[in-house]
């Protein structure tokens, strides 16, 4: 048969006319009670309780889980990864018992509803088969799994190939405890590790043609939590057990719904989206084993081994975008110099590291976590501490390698490295400073401050104040040039202060990025580091100083207001990066009225020296003496209201048209209105995508061309109206006038 979709026309190759029934609880309990006997099964009664909820045949997934004399781990399949064996076994499940997890192809984007916290756990000193994520409230879970699925669709669906054939691959899944702060219950689910695309098209295409891919999350998440609350109840019923309940109920109406479209004399289209999407394939995860001699944590055995599993085909075979796959490569990079246990680093030390790199370990724990009260609890010490513990030489060539066996290629630059950690540095702030994090991952593309004095020995010197770090720092003093290196370049980098060149920012204006000679941002920085160069560390020391993950400083290169724009209450504790002036006594450039002067990558790169600036600079202006002048007055006037050059319209008369005069009136207050509202709305989306995260956009980007042919089709009526009121040229009006009367 085939069906329409959006416009287009579906060949569908097979419908099945039955949905499986729901099991009772007897056959539940046998999945429990086969797990809880199978010794290579590590999971919490409760954890096998939801896999048995979600299979639609638990009978037969008991038998897989049962051991047997020959066989005494069942019938699960084994995968063997970097350091651990994962068990799995294959079975159809219900869609609507299964939950998002953490969507990796948007992981780097800033999202709106912050990721919850995720640790694994054990029993018995074992890795378990289940990991926990630790969300805010059961609120901030609804928020999060709304968002994971529309930012999905967002980027892509499935729900062509879905109606066609189904879902064909299977869901890698496992079992997930969720805790909340606020005291609610805790409750476990199955959860998609990979293959949220097909699980998120999938709701899409239940969600029915005509709905959005925000009405397709906000059914899904109605759909799975209905009007549940996360206080207890009067009849003593778990959190878990009233959930179970409203997804049976949803079931049982959709299937309702399903058997009324097969009725008839033909299958309806609505009974297709139902039949394709009620039950999926998926591959439950419930073990995993570490290898003998493996170092890794117990509780980061088993995340770590489906983390493998996923990099293995998102990092090789289908990519996800390049933040994502350098995220993965140089946390597994990490993890794999972690097991391989041949680097003369403690594996204490490793751990600490680990942590800050995955983001588990926030960084007002910084002084706990290194045993030193001295030590900052701030993100950029965090990006300082993960700089210099990544780049030591007993690890950096180490954690090289592994990153080439895993991208597979036979060479990495240190370029390459520092693009690595690019989006694993600017965690912290990646929301604040989310309208030029693109800009920044270019920068570490570009060799970020990995500068050669980075790469060899040093030791951070912790202080609050890195301007008591420039007179050492020119004595000579190693340890405190490389700080503010490290310190001072994250700060450029993540604030758009400093960029990797290209040839149409060579000798702009300042206030457009300009710069007076290309260069890399490492080697910017290694200038600016240098001993001799007093100028270029108090530029660094000041922006080190004055930096905020919380925020874009005023003077951020390609931050612009063209809309109005409201200021707020604090809006006289400006954030801004100044121009260093080392006649002053506080190294701070002032105007002719006393007022700061802002810093721009212009200064920063002229303060990275300064003679070769001079010199481009000098050759730049004897250029452009060669180059005739242009004449003024021949600039074209850009009137963005087109307004006419002939005088006003004509007025029309009265008396008998009063009642169509009326009506124009009541339509230009209504176009007025209308454009007004337009206004509103625009300003709002702006403020929303100004201030929110950048993932799911505020407009979908196929939205674009509607809303921009509307507006253009609104442009010409209203164009194509003023020219028949006032005409485009009244001397050809006059004479076609008297050509009629010829």
């Known amino acids: 048969m085939t069906l329409n979709w959006k416009g287009e026309s579906i060949a569908v190759s097979r419908v099945d006319h039955t949905l499986p029934p729901q099991p009772d609880e007897s056959a539940r309990a046998k999945v429990?009670?086969?797990?809880?006997?199978?010794?290579?099964?590590?999971?919490?009664?409760?954890?096998?309780?939801?896999?048995?909820?979600?299979?639609?045949?638990?009978?037969g997934g008991a038998v897989l889980l049962q051991p047997t004399e020959q066989e005494p781990g069942g019938l699960l399949l084994e995968e063997n990864v970097e350091g651990a064996t994962l068990r799995t076994f294959n079975t159809q499940v219900w869609l609507s018992e299964l939950l998002p997890g953490i969507q990796p192809r948007t992981g780097m984007e800033v999202m709106d509803v912050p990721d919850p916290q995720v640790v694994g756990t054990t029993e018995g000193g074992e890795p378990c088969a289940v990991v926990r994520y630790r969300y805010k409230s059961l609120q901030h879970l609804k928020d999060h799994i709304r968002q994971t699925i529309h930012s999905t669709l967002a980027l892509?669906?499935?729900?062509?190939?879905?109606?066609?054939?189904?879902?064909?691959?299977?869901?890698?899944?496992?079992?997930?405890?969720?805790?909340?702060?606020?005291?609610?219950?805790?409750?476990?689910?199955?959860?998609?590790?990979?293959g949220i695309t097909r699980l998120a098209s999938s709701w899409a295409v239940i969600a029915g043609p005509g709905a959005e891919a925000a009405e397709a999350a906000d059914l899904m998440v109605e759909s799975l939590?209905?009007?549940?609350?996360?206080?207890?109840?009067?009849?003593?019923?778990?959190?878990?057990?009233?959930?179970?309940?409203?997804?049976?109920?949803?079931?049982?109406?959709?299937?309702?719904?399903?058997?009324?479209?097969?009725?008839?004399?033909?299958?309806?289209?609505?009974?297709?989206?139902?039949?394709?999407?009620?039950?999926?394939?998926?591959?439950?995860?419930?073990g995993a084993e570490g290898h003998p001699g493996h170092l890794l944590a117990p509780e980061d055995v088993f995340d770590d081994a489906m983390r493998s599993i996923l990099a293995s085909v998102h990092v090789e075979f289908k990519a996800w975008d390049?933040?994502?796959?350098?995220?993965?490569?140089?946390?597994?990079?990490?993890?794999?110099?972690?097991?391989?246990?041949?680097?003369?680093?403690?594996?204490?030390?490793?751990?600490?590291?680990?942590?800050?790199?995955?983001?588990?370990?926030?960084?007002?724990d910084l002084p706990r976590e290194y045993g030193d009260d001295r030590l900052p609890g701030t993100a950029l010490w965090r990006g300082i501490q993960l700089i210099h513990a990544l780049t030591r030489p007993e690890l950096y060539e180490r954690l090289?390698?592994?990153?080439?066996?895993?991208?597979?290629?036979?060479?990495?630059?240190?370029?390459?490295?520092?693009?690595?950690?690019?989006?694993?540095?600017?965690?912290?702030?990646?929301?604040?400073?989310?309208?030029?994090?693109?800009?920044?991952?270019?920068?570490?593309?570009?060799?970020?401050?990995?500068?050669?004095?980075?790469?060899?020995?040093?030791?951070?010197?912790?202080?609050?104040?890195?301007?008591?770090?420039?007179?050492?720092?020119?004595?000579?003093?190693?340890?405190?040039?490389?700080?503010?290196?490290?310190?001072?370049?994250?700060?450029?980098?993540?604030?758009?202060?400093?960029?990797?060149?290209?040839g149409s920012t060579l000798m702009a204006p300042k206030e457009k990025g300009g710069v007076a000679f290309r260069s890399d941002v490492h080697l910017v920085i290694e200038d600016l580091s240098s001993q001799g160069n007093e100028s270029?560390?108090?530029?660094?020391?000041?922006?080190?100083?004055?930096?905020?993950?919380?925020?874009?400083?005023?003077?951020?290169?390609?931050?612009?207001?063209?809309?109005?724009?409201?200021?707020?209450?604090?809006?006289?504790?400006?954030?801004?990066?100044?121009?260093?002036?080392?006649?002053?006594?506080?190294?701070?450039?002032?105007?002719?009225?006393?007022?700061?002067?802002?810093?721009?990558?212009?200064?920063?790169?002229?303060a990275a020296d300064q003679e070769r600036a001079r010199k481009a600079y000098a050759e730049h202006l004897?250029?452009?003496?060669?180059?005739?002048?242009?004449?003024?007055?021949?600039?074209?006037?850009?009137?963005?209201?087109?307004?006419?050059?002939?005088?006003?319209?004509?007025?029309?008369?009265?008396?008998?048209?009063?009642?169509?005069?009326?009506?124009?009136?009541?339509?230009?207050?209504?176009l007025r209105s209308g454009l007004a509202s337009a206004r509103f709305a625009l300003d709002g989306l702006a403020e929303i995508d100004r201030t929110a995260g950048s993932w799911p956009p505020v407009v979908e980007p196929a939205e674009f061309g509607d809303l921009g042919q509307s507006l253009l089709d609104l442009q010409t009526d209203l164009e194509n109206l003023r020219r028949n009121i006032q005409g485009e040229d009244p001397a050809a009006d006059e004479d076609a006038a008297i050509g009629d009367e010829d």
């Not at 691959?169 to 199955?190: K, N, S, W, Y």
């Not at 009265?654 to 009541?666: F, H, I, N, Q």
Request: hydrophobic share 40%.
């Open 400 to 502: 090289k390698d592994q990153a080439k066996i895993i991208k597979g290629g036979s060479r990495m630059s240190a370029k390459g490295f520092a693009e690595l950690l690019g989006p694993i540095i600017d965690l912290p702030w990646r929301s604040a400073k989310k309208a030029v994090s693109k800009q920044a991952r270019n920068a570490w593309g570009n060799g970020g401050v990995l500068t050669r004095d980075v790469l060899k020995e040093w030791e951070p010197v912790f202080t609050d104040d890195f301007t008591t770090l420039v007179e050492p720092a020119m004595k000579g003093d190693a340890d405190a040039r490389c700080t503010l290196a490290v310190a001072g370049g994250i700060a450029l980098i993540a604030d758009k202060l400093l960029t990797r060149n290209v």
């Open 536 to 606: 270029g560390l108090w530029t660094l020391a000041l922006t080190a100083n004055r930096f905020r993950s919380d925020a874009l400083p005023e003077n951020a290169q390609s931050v612009r207001q063209f809309v109005r724009r409201d200021r707020k209450d604090d809006e006289g504790r400006a954030y801004v990066h100044l121009k260093v002036d080392m006649e002053q006594p506080d190294k701070v450039a002032r105007d002719e009225n006393g007022v700061p002067v802002p810093l721009f990558e212009w200064d920063v790169v002229w």
């Open 622 to 670: 004897a250029r452009q003496s060669l180059v005739p002048a242009m004449l003024p007055g021949t600039g074209i006037n850009e009137d963005m209201g087109g307004q006419p050059s002939g005088g006003e319209s004509a007025s029309s008369s009265t008396g008998d048209s009063a009642p169509a005069g009326l009506r124009a009136a009541e339509y230009r207050r209504t």
């Open 156 to 194: 892509n669906s499935y729900a062509v190939s879905i109606l066609s054939r189904k879902v064909t691959r299977p869901l890698i899944t496992h079992p997930v405890e969720f805790t909340f702060e606020d005291g609610t219950e805790a409750i476990h689910a199955l959860v998609v590790r990979d």
């Open 225 to 286: 939590f209905g009007r549940v609350l996360g206080a207890s109840v009067a009849d003593g019923r778990t959190l878990a057990e009233r959930l179970a309940t409203v997804r049976e109920d949803w079931r049982r109406r959709l299937a309702n719904e399903f058997h009324r479209a097969i009725s008839g004399p033909e299958l309806d289209d609505r009974g297709v989206h139902i039949a394709q999407t009620y039950v999926v394939p998926a591959q439950v995860a419930v």
């Open 32 to 59: 429990t009670a086969a797990g809880a006997a199978n010794p290579h099964v590590l999971l919490p009664d409760a954890a096998l309780q939801a896999v048995a909820r979600a299979m639609t045949n638990p009978e």
């Open 322 to 364: 390049s933040a994502a796959q350098n995220v993965e490569v140089a946390t597994r990079a990490l993890k794999r110099v972690i097991q391989l246990g041949d680097a003369p680093v403690a594996k204490e030390s490793l751990q600490v590291v680990y942590g800050l790199a995955m983001g588990r370990t926030v960084p007002e």
